[in-house]
């Protein structure tokens, strides 16, 4: 079976600062996807950053980027220059055999 | 806000009661989706709907009865749930089913049961 863990249940930086958020899966399947999720307070989920397996390029999508370590079934995302917009609950996510497993989420603090 | 609609945002029933949830996407996509989500615990996954057919039953109790009429539209019937059904239960919806497609969320449904 599918598992996602993440280790941190909180996390906090200083705005302008850098973190990164951990996150370690478990999968039978040679194919699949990677995904990082942002739930902000009060408002909807929303895509973050997806990387496919078969890639061993790291995603980025502007301030966000992920170390993807296959081997090791490692999947963090780093955001740089932190914002206040960034606080929220963090979800890193598998999608392999038609379903999609989430982590138990991080949840980020940014501090002014 | 994202193209998924959720009514109502916020619910509460006795164990007793029938009421239903219903989820509306604006999107064109051909894939819905219906999850709870507690605290502390991760998300889970109750029911996959891909082109009106569902094709994911999560081990769900049957008194959370899911109908998927057309590809906008999908409803969770819900009748005599027990206090720990109390939670937040999101819609989400997808191009496709699989193949790393993004999910759409909506807002969720917060439920609590007396």
């Known amino acids: 079976a599918q598992t996602v863990t993440q280790s941190q249940p909180e996390m906090s930086v200083q705005e302008a600062e850098t973190v990164t958020l951990s996150c370690t899966y478990d999968?039978?399947?040679?194919?699949?996807?990677l995904f990082w999720y942002k739930q902000p307070p009060s408002r909807q989920m929303i895509l973050v950053i997806r990387?496919?397996?078969?890639?061993?390029q790291n995603a980025t999508e502007n301030r966000f980027s992920v170390n993807f370590q296959k081997a090791a079934k490692s999947f963090s995302l780093k955001i740089s220059d932190s914002q206040l917009g960034d606080a929220a609950m963090y979800f890193c996510?598998?999608?392999?055999?038609?379903?999609?497993?989430f982590g138990q989420g991080t949840r980020l603090t940014i501090n002014p | 806000e994202t193209g998924v609609t959720q009514t109502p945002r916020h619910l509460v029933m006795g164990m007793t009661n029938k009421k239903s949830l219903k989820c509306e996407q604006h999107?064109?996509?051909?894939?819905m989706y219906w999850y709870k989500q507690s605290a502390k615990k991760p998300l889970e996954l109750m029911f996959v709907?891909?082109?009106?057919?569902?094709?994911e039953n999560n081990s769900v109790p049957s008194r959370f009865s899911p109908e998927c009429p057309n590809s906008s539209h999908l409803f969770l019937h819900l009748h005599t749930l027990q206090p720990e059904d109390s939670a937040l239960y999101l819609c989400?919806?997808?191009?496709?089913?699989?193949?790393?497609?993004?999910?759409?969320f909506g807002p969720g449904t917060r439920l609590t049961v007396t």
């Open positions: 996510a598998h999608e392999g055999a038609q379903k999609l497993v």
């Open positions: 999107l064109g996509h051909n894939a």
């Open positions: 999968t039978s399947e040679s194919d699949y996807y």
């Open positions: 990387q496919e397996a078969y890639k061993q």
């Open positions: 989400a919806s997808s191009q496709g089913g699989t193949q790393g497609y993004e999910q759409y």
């Open positions: 709907y891909s082109l009106e057919e569902r094709v």
